[in-house]
């Protein structure tokens, strides 16, 4: 590759993400950032009782709180009566918030590692010390390698998460890696290559929703999960899961279907409404493309066919089909998290879009909704070009791709054996990037930054993730708590926690868009600090060092110079929130008084419906048949492809959420524990299967995958499928800096195969078969 | 001023069990940690429970805030005693932890609070009414499955609910006049 189409990738790159155009405001001395958080508060008196609004972190939905101060101390998190995307609530974790800053387990001084990775041996530094650390390793391994892209970093989304990414942009690397392949990224390709773009679902003003791999009751989404509910009188709500989690409270009627036959069910109810003529002629004529060969292709995919592939009665299907369309259109697919199923799920959430297409339940009420925003300012910075820097490494083909890949999946024609088809570019695909890591394949990746983000327990096969570790030379982990990859790394930097810091404006999109920031509730305890000061003084420290920047040009230096260092790093996080709404008058006085900004408290329906309107795909039209898949040499239509069952005596190992724990970073809250109700996980495993085969309540039996076992209790359950089992993530863990949760209960990391998705790069986690062994 | 008369009406069938309202008791109230430390909770009371045929159901409670409190009635000290507006408290420097209150209710709504060395249970958030809040677990709720209000105002929420649903009370037979009320599923 020419290093003129590396610099050209690069500035597309850095297009992503946060920028500057300052406005001219006070050029604050350096060390006046520490406590750019508190300062604002000292006219105030730290005793006495106040109710500060603010934003919640412990998920992602952001919900709008009210904090009750008594005397510096946290006494409640209150919900915000006027944050009306969460309907006014906070759920257990939110409240239990109010505890993290007091968590005795929290990261309180940076720590340098002194013995062996893991080993659990730090020595205490200065914030100065751990810079020059830091720093230093950096800029040795940069320069060892004449390569920047060898420093990754890996992240999760995050109202700071911005800052991270301006790190990386300074340090000129190319390898960020995000969350989305590890959650959603099939299912935002799936949707986007039918509507191009990723909807909301609009359940306040539905009838009929229909959810399928998402478990609203339990992996609380706001404003969906309340709206179920609210609902729940009126509205029909289908459930389709192999397991009876607390959202079959919500249903009138349960599906366990056979896991892998999703999309059979979802192209048998469109065949159905198809050769019945109860799709939306009109919409469908006006806004789609490619009705005639969707007609024809699903002409094969009957409910009796379906009913052997799903288990799901052929009766059922026909009621599904119809009373969907007769919805319509307040009817919806639910497009839900948990996307990462199996490797087709692409196709499976196309096969979904389709359906609500054929049935005009698009940008209507009650219908899918393509997501409105609040704009907001903010600042274009110019990183430098860097001679050094590489294109990422889990991009363009990847001659390993069949090493995670499913045998099935390995031959299918439309499925690309050479490389992720859609690859973001900021996100990457967590299981290629681990694997091109591990391979060193197309060079060395040695150096790693983590924000947020949990690798050691949040990535399919944990074993992989140690050996990545272990191959790195320098790894840098900054966390409010003793993450498991923390515990792996070489120095650990401590965060303030949300409920101690100013974080920028961010704008929630959605069916009513939202805005919402963060300013501080408390003063930050301890030797803390966030992301943006991490950033800012990291920026400053390495421009201090000459010989990090001689594969740069000296304009391109200077306009870094001009635009990051003295326009992002010299004003404080408030002053660039107050920009980014200064369009809207009296918005920043709005967030910090009432916690909330909006222009509208109402959808807005059908924008796209308009004369004009162009949805973002190669025909401007809704692509039932996707051109541009066929030009890659995918499948333009979805089509099913039949996955291995378990053989006798194995399950399949599925994954799932539970309402006190978002994803592996609550578990060691002891009120979240206490309330998820005991002190350890427990693996499901239907009652009759576990009778058979002597297995009771309690006993400790091994899960056992081809890349690893745990000892876990047995939970003998009439809420799951003979042929599935499964426990809750985020048990088992590795750090002892965890201490509710080391070693405690099973991780599912240990034992989930890393498959993928390989046109979304998705992890696929429902790939895994085990067996069980009462020991 | 007329008298009040607090009461909650739940309609339990939006409850997905999210424990919102037990974390924000324990957060409001400093209720200790540990699960036999509780002054509400949420209870599955699944009916159908054969694989396939399922139907979860959850039944948040608390106490029920007796019209005819038979913990009151037990109490040697008068520790337990009904306010003016018909919510049942306890007198914590009264309470001699003799347990007669815990034996007499019907829904195990007491527990010992060894922290404060007394007997603790739900006060309908009796501090924050007298600064025009409503109890915590009602304003946390996300599907707002409790609503609170007077039930001596025909205009209150909870009285128009009351008068538009069918409802019950739990164990109608000990003659407690429940003032928690449940919406018939």
Redesign the interface.
Known sequence: MSLLKTKVSRRKFLGLTSGALASTLVMSNFGVLKKVGASEEKGNSKYGRKFVPSTCAICVNKCGFIAEVDNGVI?????NPKFFK??A????R???G??VPYDPDRLKKPLIRVGKRGEGKWKEVSWEEAYDYIVDNVVKLVRKYKNRSTIAFASTEGFQEEYFIDLANIIGTTNTVRHPTLCLASNIQGYSSVFGTFPDADIANAEFVIIAGSNR??A?VTPD??DM??N??KQTLIYIDPR?T?????ADK?Y?IKPGTDLALVLAMIHVIIKENLYDKEFVEKYTYGFDKLAEHVKQYTPEWAEKETEIPASEIYWLAREFAKHAPRSIWYPGRRSSFYANDVYYRRACAILNAICGAWDRPGGLIPKSKIPLRKYEIEFPIFDWTRDRIDAGKVPFLGDVLPEEDKTDAGLPTDSCQYLSEKDGSWILFREAILKGVPYPVKGLFVYKQNPVESVPNRKKTLQMLEQMEFICTIDVAMSDTAWYSDVVLPESTYLERWDPVHSLNGVVPIAVMRQPVIEPLFDTKSMFEIMCNLAHKFMERKDFWEDTSEEDLEMFKETCLKRLTKNPVKDFAKYQVSKYPGAFEQLLKEGVFYLSDKPKYGKTLKDGFRFKTRTGKIELYNVKYEEKGLHPLPVYTRHTDPKPGQFRFVVGRH??FTHASTQNN???L??Y?DKENAVWI???VAAKMGIKAGDKVKVKSPVGEQIVKALPT?????DVVFYVHGFGRLSKGLSNIYRVGASDAEIIVDYMESISGNAAMHETFVTIEKI | MSKKKWAIVLDDSKCIDCKACTVACKMENHVPLGMYFYRNWVAERTKESEFPMIKRMFRPSQCQQCENPPCVHVCPTRASYQTEDGVVLVDHEKCILCKYCMTACPYDARYVNEEIEAIDKCTFCYHRLAEGRIPACVETCPPKVRVFGDLNDPDSEVSKLVKMHDTEVLKPEKGTKPKLIYIKR
């Open positions: 006494r409640k998190i209150n919900p969460s309907r609530m906070i759920c257990a939110g409240n239990a109010a505890k009751a339990e609380i999960t309340i509910a609210k729940h009188r009876a607390k959202t079959t409270a919500l349960w366990p309402g006190q002891p009120w979240l206490e309330a109700g239907n009652a009759k009439e809420y799951i499928r003979p």
